[in-house]
């Protein structure tokens, strides 16, 4: 998590613009595990879960980790 209380997944979903529900849809994510994503952060995702969430959001995985 950074000093903002945001983990990194939080932080570019934000700067990109796209609410939790919409990237819930797109990556074919129930809207609980973006919450809990953003929460505790992406690590603990499926790698699968991971790239399509990073596909949406057009970064790799390894941007959206703490």
């Known amino acids: 998590m950074r000093g903002n209380g945001r983990t990194r997944f939080s932080q570019v979903r934000m700067d990109r613009g796209i609410r939790q529900e919409d990237l819930a849809k797109l990556a074919d994510v129930t ?3 973006i919450q809990r994503f953003e929460r505790e952060g992406i690590g603990a995702a499926r790698v699968s879960t991971a ?3 990073a596909a949406v959001l057009m970064c790799r995985i390894e941007d959206l980790l703490d």
């Open 31 to 33: 809207l609980s595990s």
């Open 51 to 53: 790239a399509r969430i």
